[in-house]
T-cell receptor, first 115, second 113 residues
Framework: GAGVSQSPSNKVTEKGKDVELRCDPI?????LYWYRQRLGQGLEFLIY????????KSGLPSDRFSAERTGESVSTLTIQRTQQEDSAVYLC?????????????FGEGSRLTVL | GQSLEQPSEVTAVEGAIVQINCTYQ??????LSWYQQHDGGAPTFLSY????GLEETGRFSSFLSRSDSYGYLLLQELQMKDSASYFC??????????????FGSGTQLTVLP
């Protein structure tokens, strides 16, 4: 596609439920990132995928968070047993490679609200 | 670790020049980036300084001084559409090949008519 596409754009869920967020990166981009942005805050790194290499999961805040990526295409971020503090916008970004972090292309995010 | 500090809010009038500062504490990084984010929108890349000095792109310029642990984004001929949040970010050397970005908390710029 023309840009990074994320779905759903909005998700409201009850505490304790699992949610799955999807990201379609720009075609041909080998690097894919997930970030979290709480209201009025900066972006917090969660996880990074580069080609077929093992993902960098160092930013995942707990074992309730996991992510997968199929080859160099779609990625899904799963949050299990959601908590109210998980409420945030989850942003996905892609880049041609991991070599120039100054050129990330972001999607518009999935806004998660946990009641 | 890394931390970046930016003013939380800046207000200026249309046609003016505004400078958004970013000071950082980091053990080492490849470069300093700036991103713009309109309310509810995707962050969009503005500039990247790998070396000290000034980078100019149209009405926007970005500056980096590693010796002063300081950078800034300069916006000239402000327009109403420039009202947005602006984030500085570094890609720390400690992240290795991941080149993940560490972001500041952002500066909300309001441009008044």
């Amino acid at each position: 596609g023309a840009g990074v596409s994320q779905s759903p754009s909005n998700k409201v869920t009850e505490k304790g439920k699992d949610v799955e967020l999807r990201c379609d990166p720009i075609s041909g981009h080998t690097a894919l990132y997930w970030y979290r942005q709480r209201l009025g805050q900066g972006l917090e790194f969660l996880i990074y995928f580069q080609g077929n290499s093992a993902p960098d999961k160092s930013g995942l805040p707990s074992d309730r968070f996991s992510a997968e990526r199929t080859g160099e295409s779609v990625s899904t971020l799963t949050i299990q047993r959601t908590q109210q503090e998980d409420s945030a916008v989850y942003l996905c970004a892609s880049s041609l490679s991991g070599g120039s972090a100054g050129e990330l292309f972001f999607g518009e995010g999935s806004r998660l609200t946990v009641l | 670790g890394q931390s970046l500090e930016q003013p939380s809010e800046v207000t200026a009038v249309e046609g003016a020049i505004v400078q958004i500062n970013c000071t950082y504490q980091t053990s080492g990084f490849y470069g300093l980036s700036w991103y713009q984010q309109h309310d509810g929108g995707a962050p969009t890349f503005l500039s990247y300084n790998a070396l000290d000095g000034l980078e100019e792109t149209g009405r926007f310029s970005s500056f980096l001084s590693r010796s002063d642990s300081y950078g800034y984004l300069l916006l000239q001929e402000l327009q109403m559409k420039d009202s947005a949040s602006y984030f500085c970010a570094v890609d720390p050397i400690s992240s290795g090949s991941a080149r993940q970005l560490t972001f500041g908390s952002g500066t909300q710029l309001t441009v008044l008519p």
